[in-house]
C-alpha cells in the first residue's frame, strides 16, 4: 500500500505559479497528478515514468506545467506556472505499482492508477 500526502495548493491570481508537492511512502514506477473541478470529470494533467523516464502533459496545460520527482525523498512535484482560472481544481497525486505504458500514438499512459492522495485545493482567481 502506497501512501500519498500533497501539500502546495492554495490561492493565486491569473498568471501566478504554483507547486505541488506529493511525499510517497514509497516508490511507484508511474506516477501522476489529476484533478477535478467541480461539476466536471477527473482528467489527468501530468504523468511520468519515475527514474527518469517519460514525460505525459494534458494539451491544457502543455508548456506551462512541469512534473517532476526527487527520488531521494520520495517526492513527486508539479509546478504550475501562467496559472488560468480554469485551473482551479482539487489536484491528486496518483501512483501505480506498472510501469507507464500506452498505445502507439495516445498521450496518455494506459494504467489504473491504484493509490490516490486525498486531494489538494488550487484556486485562481482573475
Known amino acids: 500500500q502506497v501512501q500519498l500526502v500533497e501539500s502546495g495548493g492554495g490561492s493565486v491570481q491569473a498568471g501566478g505559479s504554483l507547486r505541488l508537492s506529493c511525499a510517497a511512502s514509497?516508490?511507484?514506477?508511474?506516477m501522476a497528478w489529476f484533478r477535478q473541478a467541480p461539476g466536471k470529470e477527473r482528467e489527468g494533467v501530468a504523468a511520468?515514468?519515475?527514474?527518469?523516464?517519460?514525460?505525459y502533459y494534458a494539451d491544457s496545460v502543455k508548456g506551462r506545467f512541469t512534473i517532476s520527482e526527487d527520488n531521494a525523498k520520495n517526492t513527486l512535484y508539479l509546478q504550475m506556472n501562467s496559472l488560468k482560472p480554469e485551473d482551479t481544481a482539487m489536484y491528486y497525486c496518483?501512483?501505480?505499482?506498472?510501469?507507464?505504458?500506452?498505445?502507439?500514438?495516445?498521450?496518455?499512459?494506459?494504467?489504473?492508477?491504484?493509490?490516490w492522495g486525498q486531494g489538494i485545493l488550487v484556486t485562481v482567481s482573475s
Open positions: 514509497d516508490r511507484s514506477p508511474c
Open positions: 496518483a501512483a501505480d505499482n506498472l510501469h507507464c505504458y500506452r498505445r502507439a500514438g495516445a498521450t496518455w499512459p494506459e494504467n489504473q492508477f491504484q493509490y
Open positions: 511520468i515514468a519515475t527514474g527518469g523516464g517519460n514525460t
